[in-house]
């Protein structure tokens, strides 16, 4: 990756304090990261509430986009969210708008930093698909009362992250990747993950490789978490288990973050705005320290990386010795607690001492993996559309809406094979005690499964059902090389 440099000779970085405690953490990274020599320069500019607040919808302003465009590195503070209402987040949409695909969240046992875990050497990294899964955010009320997201993988998106999992594994001198899923349940979505994880680990012969049940690993993650190495998992997977894993080893304040992509990378802790410490000097900036020392090695600072990371442990250590240290450990009204200033300054006074006993790692660059861009990156050899699953909004009992349904398609070549409740088969009936809402999956197969359904029949199902109930949602049921393409509801045979 090519970066700008400015005429001193500095690589130019877009900086973006952000919200809540983002400013005085941000500003903590960066004195040290300019203290400790680098070559680095800031383009400062803003996204999240600030922006909300101009009126752009989006969080991201252009001249933000401009910048990063130009730049492409940027170091970043938590941008809030509303939570259940409102805007979209702007960090999602920072993620997104510049592909950053993958996203690299180190935790390791620090010196001094007590926890249940302590004296295991927790050392591990979970690398999280960033740009898809739930997290596209592609809702939809499809009653009143009844809400979807679609979870959306890609094969090329399962090959960006599971590539980009074993060349950060290869460039820190890692021995193992994990593949954590849920693929038991979701087997196409998460599903191709572990497939695809299970056919590129052949090309990585030099690092174990195992998958492991999501559930299981988050088990595991708190049983044994000096097990793992590199973890790779989906986004939102991906995001519930950092948060763990960075309380594994002390909390959200020494959680640092990556997120790559292939033309830009964007900095930031795992941490969030914590609007109730915002401006008060007090909070931990370690996580968006440990983030500047990662983009440090982005930038091809290795030294300055090096020379960082070692004051951040001896400081560490010295606090360790003193009884001193950031609210978050020691207690916010201890009067032995640093404030974040004090804090940033120690670490700049260690500039240029070593931990002797914590270990930094020799980090080269990461090979970022080279994946094609062409949309259609799997093609089928053979496809067929078999039938259709029509979401159908009703308040009657699933007896008779599937006989209702069952009859206007009378003479068409679809016929209803089921309807379902939130994935449960519930006509034709089972038995089974199903507390259906007002929104009915009807699956409509071809009456003769040789035949292909045309676009001619789909239109006149349609119609004819729509003339009684009312739908919100169609899905075609489609058939690539020969395997189906869709799955079957519980309960259907
Ligand atoms: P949060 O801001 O991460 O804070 C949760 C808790 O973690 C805090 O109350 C505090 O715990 C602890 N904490 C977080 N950062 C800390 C630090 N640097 N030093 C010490 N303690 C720290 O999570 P949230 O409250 O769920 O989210 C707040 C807002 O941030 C939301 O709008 C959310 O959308 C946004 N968010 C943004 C990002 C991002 O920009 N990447 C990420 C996550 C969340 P105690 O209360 O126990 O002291």
Redesign the pocket.
């Known amino acids: 990756m090519a970066f700008v440099t400015t005429p001193s000779g500095k690589k130019l970085v877009t900086l973006i304090p952000?919200?809540?405690?983002?400013p005085e953490?941000v500003e903590s990274a960066k004195r040290i990261i300019e203290a400790s020599g680098a070559k680095v320069e800031w383009e400062v500019r803003h996204a999240?509430?600030s922006v909300f607040k101009q009126g752009i919808a989006s969080g991201v302003p252009q001249e933000t986009i401009e910048s990063v465009c130009k730049t492409r590195v940027v170091l970043?503070?938590?941008?809030?969210?509303?939570?259940g209402y409102g805007e979209k987040?702007?960090?999602v949409t920072l993620r997104k708008l510049f592909e950053t695909y993958g996203n690299i969240r180190p935790v390791r046992e620090l010196p001094g930093i007590k926890t249940p875990y302590s004296g295991r050497n927790i050392d591990l990294v979970v690398v999280r698909e960033n740009v898809e899964d739930l997290y596209a955010g592609i809702e939809h009320m499809q009653t009143p009362g009844v809400a979807q997201c679609l979870k959306l993988i890609s094969r090329k998106g399962c090959e960006k992250i599971v590539r980009l999992a074993f060349e950060f594994a290869r460039s820190e001198g890692r021995k193992s990747v994990a593949c954590a899923s849920k693929s038991n349940i979701m087997k196409f979505t998460e599903g191709m993950l572990k497939r695809t994880f299970e056919e590129i680990a052949k090309e990585y012969p030099d690092i174990q490789s195992w998958h492991v049940i999501v559930d299981n690993c988050c088990h595991q993650l708190v049983k044994k978490p000096e097990q793992f190495d590199v973890i790779v998992t989906t986004n939102m997977n991906g995001d519930i288990m950092s948060?763990l894993t960075s309380a594994l080893i002390g909390?959200?304040?020494?959680a640092p973050?990556a997120n790559i992509g292939s033309d830009v990378a964007i900095f930031?802790?795992?941490?969030?705005?914590?609007?109730?410490?915002a401006g008060k000097n007090?909070?931990?900036?370690?996580?968006?320290i440990m983030t500047g020392v990662m983009l440090l090695r982005h930038l091809g600072e290795f030294e300055a990386a090096q020379k960082m990371e070692h004051a951040v442990l001896h400081t560490l250590e010295q606090n360790a010795a003193s009884g001193r240290g950031?609210?978050?450990i020691v207690g916010?009204d201890n009067p032995k607690c640093f404030k974040t200033s004090e804090y940033t300054d120690a670490i700049i006074a260690n500039l240029g001492k070593r931990s002797e006993k914590w270990r930094v790692r020799d980090v080269k660059p990461i090979k970022l993996p080279q994946v094609s861009t062409a949309p259609d990156f799997v093609k089928a050899t053979s496809r067929k559309t078999v039938g259709i699953d029509l979401h159908i909004e009703s308040s009657l009992s699933a007896d008779a809406l599937g006989k209702s349904v069952a009859a206007l398609l009378e003479g068409s070549p679809l016929l209803l094979k089921v309807v379902t409740n939130r994935g449960t088969k519930v006509y034709p009936a089972t038995g089974a005690v199903t507390d259906c809402v007002d929104h009915y999956p009807c699956r409509l197969m071809m009456r003769d499964s040789n035949a292909e359904l045309t676009e001619a029949q789909l239109a006149d199902a349609v119609q004819r059902i729509a003339a009684k109930h009312r739908w919100s949602h169609i899905e075609k049921l489609q058939v690539f090389n020969d395997q189906p393409g869709y799955t079957k509801s519980q309960g259907e045979d």
């Open positions: 952000g919200d809540g405690i983002g953490c999240g509430e970043k503070g938590p941008l809030g969210t509303p939570v987040s702007a960090n948060d909390g959200l304040g020494f973050s930031e802790a795992v941490h969030g705005s914590a609007p109730k410490y007090v909070i931990n900036p370690t996580a968006v950031t609210g978050d916010y």
